[in-house]
T-cell receptor, first 114, second 112 residues
Framework: DAEITQSPRHKITETGRQVTLACHQT?????MFWYRQDLGHGLRLIHYSYGVHDTNKGEVSDGYSVSRSNTEDLPLTLESAASSQTSVYFC?????????????FGPGTRLTVL | KNQVEQSPQSLIILEGKNCTLQCNYTVSPFSNLRWYKQDTGRGPVSLTIMTFSENTKSNGRYTATLDADTKQSSLHITASQLSDSASYIC???????????FGTGTSLTVIP
């Protein structure tokens, strides 16, 4: 069965370190998204991609970057981790750009920045 | 400003009872509204999708309603089960590309 996976599931790092969170989907979806989820804020969009070599900034993109070298993967990099980036990160994918297409979410990565 | 507000923030009910969760939005233009269920430690999973022309849609014990005129939606859960304990998130999308607006969710706890 097709799926979307994230790794690691839990990560503890120190302030200033570079961290990369992996996202891999086997749906062959063009669209991929990264969100962070914090208490009181719901899911907030960090970056998204509509296809290979396409990346776009979301509402909370500062301090994060992504690259899309193939259809299946959209790694999220924290250039220099900050305590404010402690959060749960979710990757999602969807089939195309139509707004009525369902987003399929990964299981999440809990990141703690000390 | 496009916003999605959900109420209540949290809810505790007895197993077997019914409950209704509310979602009010100001997103315009509007394409569709989804309700997602998020179990603890998991990613959200879609329960229902409704376009502006639909009033009611059911998925088992879950029934979503939509009033596009008043920009309100509700999710009714019938005969609740312990497995219904989760966060329920309302997501409204605009007709263009990546415009998804998320509510902060209602945390539902079903107790025996």
């Amino acid at each position: 069965d097709a799926e979307i996976t994230q790794s690691p599931r839990h990560k503890i790092t120190e302030t200033g370190r570079q961290v990369t969170l992996a996202c891999h989907q086997t749906w062959n979806h063009n669209n991929m998204f990264w969100y962070r989820q914090d208490l009181g804020h719901g899911l907030r969009l960090i970056h998204y991609s509509y296809g290979v070599h396409d990346t776009n900034k979301g509402e909370v993109s500062d301090g994060y970057s992504v690259s899309r070298s193939n259809t299946e993967d959209l790694p999220l990099t924290l250039e220099s981790a900050a305590s404010s980036q402690t959060s749960v990160y979710f990757c999602a994918s969807s089939e195309n750009t139509l707004a009525n297409n369902e987003q399929f979410f990964g299981p999440g990565t809990r990141l703690t920045v000390l | 400003k496009n916003q999605v507000e959900q109420s209540p923030q949290s809810l505790i009910i007895l197993e077997g009872k019914n409950c209704t969760l509310q979602c009010n939005y100001t997103v315009s233009p509007f394409s569709n509204l989804r309700w997602y269920k998020q179990d603890t430690g998991r990613g959200p999973v879609s329960l229902t999708i409704m376009t502006f022309s639909e009033n009611t849609k059911s998925n088992g014990r879950y029934t979503a309603t939509l009033d596009a005129d008043t920009k309100q939606s509700s999710l009714h859960i019938t005969a609740s089960q312990l497995s219904d304990s989760a966060s329920y998130i309302c997501v409204v999308s605009a007709p263009t590309g990546n415009q998804f607006y998320f509510g902060t969710g209602t945390s539902l706890t079903v107790i025996p």
